[in-house]
């Protein structure tokens, strides 16, 4: 054992920022595959409880209930022949070698379905469940424009106004594109010297007073291939064009968008050269019908360390609507390139769309809100986003931010203008495989979370985790949740609540639990000491539950004369003896003191095997419960 350490850790203090809680989930809410699924696509609807989850040659339709997941799997087979040709003759992708599904979009109440259908990219019309061919007079773009030939592509396909839109990332000699795939409007690209190695992150339709000003911006990394090998090769992006557009002309952008701009995202502190240039993956939340709004992106370094910043929509469109071109020096008179317009049968003159031609990127760079990455401290490495905005009690909207990490589990982080507080860490999974896709369901209140085994949906306010007192549920923080002093209970923030009532309490701003009363006048509670006997010579380890990382943990012997330390083994804080503070026969109680209260968790009285027995001692505590402890920690 190591004695230093032990006598360092009279009390365990965890810092205030990792997170606060950490639960196992296990829900019957959860869906297993029947093999691994380790490419995965999902469509989820609003307000529904039917997650569509495209895999291997197969959509899983799976219906969520209270009581279970009804699953109905649609086979999307491909061409066997293909199929063993391609494993023939590939030399690294093998277990490519398949119908991945890569599209899931209801366009005008259609299901578009597309697969990688071993190299030759097919779509499908899906009814029900039923798959039928796409009709030969569909106004659709070949299938390869729509979906990547290999699942390790990332694309990104989204549904707007009755029209598909895609984005594939580049790949060996595939340059990549943003393009206007199916819908009524004329099907559109990006040029290709617009983009360099573009790998997509993730896009999102952004609202407009006017239905004619919506625009879609679309996140992504660049890579600078030729790059020497000190500079940063990545460039994380972000570009828009407007659903009005209707291309160029004849000569000149005939198939292209003609509202086109792109601009740099930065990640970082200021100026700093710590900066974080790949973006992995996007998140943008918008008002309904205004260009209001918050993206979060995460964003990788060259050691692979992940971060999360966050920008405003409006810092966006503005920099957009009013930044200097790159390279382009003359003044902008009349039509500004990027301008949606409502009249789209008559496209910006030549001279204009050659400025859109030559200067696809404005001058800003887009920095995040606060200057700087959000401050979690924490390992893990994260591999997937959503967020959630929650109206709390005070009528303030707050944002809360899902992070799926690569062990498979999840943070749930509430993010202020001042911080980023980290309410709780789940695990879900059986297995510790990173979580490969997420789905969020603000009507419903739903999360889902997927790994290549299973997929699982957890409610987004689940306030009676947080126990039944009112600290407990103030000092969660968790905008979901509020105390009811009338009913003496964490609940969560029903819809359509009554602000001006202060029926309920929350204090999400600081943690601060004052609101449940004076710590002084506060009664502590107090546990009756469970009996232990055991062996003089043998180890002894009790274990004390964790239920705050945010709190001091220490055990305290007879009525608090003296003091032993607490070391960590997994979900406990363990009473570890040390030669210097050899264990006594006593009483030992584990305290534990946040935001200024203190608080008996557990008490134990040990005696000495071969001691007498005081008369209270009608049960003793099984021996093999501490010893399981004690082995836990020793490994
Ligand atoms: C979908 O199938 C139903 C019958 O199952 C049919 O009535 C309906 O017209 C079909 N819809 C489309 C868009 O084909
Ligand atoms: C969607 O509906 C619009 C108008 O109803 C039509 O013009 C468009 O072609 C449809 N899109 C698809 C993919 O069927
Ligand atoms: C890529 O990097 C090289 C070396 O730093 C530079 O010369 C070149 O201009 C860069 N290419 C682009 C498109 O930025
Ligand atoms: C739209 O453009 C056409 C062709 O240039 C023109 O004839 C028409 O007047 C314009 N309509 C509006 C509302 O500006
Ligand atoms: C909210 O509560 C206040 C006072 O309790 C009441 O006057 C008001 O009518 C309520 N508002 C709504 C929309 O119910
Ligand atoms: C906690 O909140 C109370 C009232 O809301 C306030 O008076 C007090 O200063 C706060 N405590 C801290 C440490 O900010
Ligand atoms: C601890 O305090 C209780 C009551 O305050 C008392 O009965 C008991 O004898 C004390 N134990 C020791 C070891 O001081």
């Avoid at 809410?29 to 093999?35: C, V």
């Avoid at 199916?182 to 339709?205: I, M």
């Avoid at 050691?303 to 966050?310: L, S, Y």
């Avoid at 606060?370 to 303030?396: K, R, S």
């Amino acid at each position: 054992m190591n004695r230093i350490l032990l006598a360092t850790l009279f009390s365990v203090v965890w810092a205030e920022r990792t997170p606060r809680l950490k639960f196992v989930i296990q829900e019957t809410n959860r869906f297993h595959f029947e093999k691994p699924e380790n490419y995965m696509t999902v469509y989820h609807k609003q307000g529904t409880d039917v997650l569509f989850v495209g895999g291997q040659a197969v959509i899983y339709m799976l219906t969520f209930t209270d009581k279970g997941v009804r699953d109905t799997k649609i086979p999307v087979v491909t061409n066997q022949n293909a199929k063993e040709a391609c494993i023939a003759k590939s030399t690294w992708g093998k277990l490519e070698c398949d119908n991945f599904i890569t599209v899931i979009e209801e366009v005008n109440d259609t299901f578009v379905v597309c697969g990688t259908n071993v190299g030759i990219p097919k779509c499908w019309f899906l009814n029900n469940t039923v798959l039928s061919e796409v009709p030969k007079d569909a106004r659709m773009a070949p299938a390869s424009d729509i979906s990547p030939p290999f699942p390790s592509h990332r694309s990104i396909s989204l549904s707007a106004e009755g029209s598909l839109y895609s984005a594939l990332s580049a790949v060996d000699q595939q340059k990549g594109s943003i393009r206007r795939v199916s819908g009524a409007g004329r099907l559109l690209k990006t040029e290709n010297k617009w983009l360099l190695n573009p790998q997509f992150a993730g896009a999102a339709v952004i609202p407009a007073s006017h239905k004619y000003k919506e625009e879609i911006y679309f996140i992504f990394s660049e890579i600078n291939k030729t790059a020497s090998v000190d500079d940063e090769p990545y460039r994380a992006r972000i570009a828009r064009v407007c659903l009005t557009d209707e291309g160029g002309v004849k000569n000149i952008l005939p198939d292209s968008w003609t509202t086109f701009l792109k601009a740099r995202v930065m990640c970082g502190s200021g100026n700093t050269p710590q900066q974080y240039n790949n973006i992995k993956q996007a998140y943008i939340l918008t008002a309904q019908e205004k260009r209001t709004g918050i993206m979060y992106g995460l964003f990788s370094n060259a050691w692979e360390k992940t971060v999360v910043c966050a920008y405003s929509i409006e810092d966006i469109d503005q920099a957009f609507s009013t930044s200097k071109l790159k390279g382009y020096n003359s003044p902008l008179t009349g039509h500004r390139p990027g301008t949606c317009t409502m009249n789209t049968t008559a496209p910006p003159n030549t001279k204009i769309l050659e400025v859109i031609r030559d200067h696809p990127e404005i001058e800003d760079v887009i920095r995040p809100i606060g200057g700087a990455p959000l401050d979690l401290p924490t390992e893990d490495h994260f591999t997937h986003i959503v967020m959630d905005t929650a109206l709390a009690v005070n009528g303030e909207h707050y944002s809360v931010v899902y992070l799926g990490t690569e062990q498979g589990k999840v943070l749930k982080v509430l993010h202020t203008l001042d911080e980023a507080f980290i309410i709780s860490q789940f695990s879900l999974f059986h297995n510790e495989g990173p979580v490969l896709s997420m789905a969020i369901d603000s009507q419903k209140g739903h999360l889902y979370v997927g790994t290549s085994t299973e997929i699982q949906r957890v409610p987004l306010a689940d306030c009676s985790r947080y126990g039944d007192s009112c600290r407990e549920c103030i000092l969660s923080r968790d905008p979901y949740c509020g105390w009811d002093p009338a009913k003496k209970k964490c609940l969560a923030i029903p819809a359509g609540y009554n602000i001006t009532t202060g029926a309920l309490s929350q204090s999400l701003d600081q943690s601060n639990a004052s609101i449940c009363g004076d710590v002084k006048a506060m009664k502590s509670r107090t546990t009756v000491p469970k009996d232990v006997i055991v062996d003089s010579k043998g180890p002894v380890l009790l274990p004390c539950p964790i239920r705050s990382y945010h709190a001091t943990y220490r055990w305290e012997k007879d009525n608090f004369s003296k003091r032993y330390p607490c070391t960590v083994s997994g979900t406990s804080c363990v009473l570890a003896p040390s030669p210097d503070l050899p264990l006594k026969e006593g009483v030992f109680r584990c305290m534990a003191e946040e935001d200024g209260f203190k608080q008996e968790v557990v008490s134990y009285r040990l005696v000495y095997n071969g001691s007498p027995l005081p008369a209270s001692f009608a049960s003793t505590l099984s021996l093999s419960v501490l010893l399981a402890a004690a082995t836990l920690w020793l490994l």
